[in-house]
T-cell receptor
């Protein structure tokens, strides 16, 4: 079984400040980790992902995240917030197989963090 | 490429009515998913289809049925709608486990 916990349902920052959105996961096997962003009344869009290799991954719009196995964390950061970053962010973990042993990308999502950016 | 498309965008049902939400993808993906999104609960998996011809229950399957019509299309049916099924429904697809899921724009369903 796998689960995701996002610390803080709401995060508020000033424009130009550091953005830090926290995500911790539990997984019985090495996880694949994702951050998605959802703008109002839209679907989810991938920001970045970690599958294997380098533990610091860079995504779109200046976001990055670091996979820390020892801390079971995958926190999302951006050095300088922009007003356009205001949205809801979801961390997700994926790793599973069906009864036939075929891998598939079944995602388990965190509860989401709403990021507010004020001038 | 249109990506993942969903119809309808909005729907209002009365309790007990039935309806089918349609989803199609044009990316030749093997796996497709249906999620519901409720405030403070993230997205929860209703059903998924790992490949054409197979479907499996997710976290919250009660009250729903699905059909993987072909590789492109994956529909979600509510046989007898209940107010607890008021939600935003998202369809998604991906090639396999190492690839990200692509999401449709969602269907906002209200059951009165």
């Amino acid at each position: 079984a796998q689960s995701v916990t996002q610390l803080g349902s709401h995060v508020s920052v000033s424009e130009g400040a550091l953005v830090l959105l926290r995500c911790n996961y539990s997984s019985s096997v090495p996880p694949y980790l994702f951050w998605y962003v959802q703008y109002p009344n839209q679907g989810l869009q991938l920001l970045l992902k970690y599958t294997t290799g380098a533990t610091l991954v860079k995504g779109i719009n200046g976001f990055e995240a670091e996979f820390k196995k020892s801390e079971t964390s995958f926190h999302l950061t951006k050095p300088s917030a922009h007003m356009s970053d205001a949205a809801e962010y979801f961390c997700a973990v994926s790793r599973g197989t069906n009864a036939g042993g075929t891998s598939y990308g079944k995602l388990t999502f965190g509860q989401g963090t709403i990021l507010t950016v004020h001038p | 490429n249109a990506g993942v498309t969903q119809t309808p965008k909005f729907q209002v049902l009365k309790t007990g009515q039935s309806m089918t939400l349609q989803c199609a993808q044009d990316m030749n993906h093997n796996s497709m998913y249906w999620y519901r999104q409720d405030p403070g609960m993230g997205l929860r998996l209703i059903y998924y289809s790992a490949s054409e011809g197979t479907t499996d229950k997710g976290e919250v399957p009660n009250g729903y049925n699905v059909s993987r019509l072909n590789k492109r299309e994956f529909s979600l049916r509510l046989e007898s709608a209940a107010p607890s099924q008021t939600s935003v429904y998202f369809c998604a697809s991906n090639r396999d486990i190492t690839y990200e899921q692509y999401f449709g724009p969602g269907t906002r369903l209200t059951v009165t």
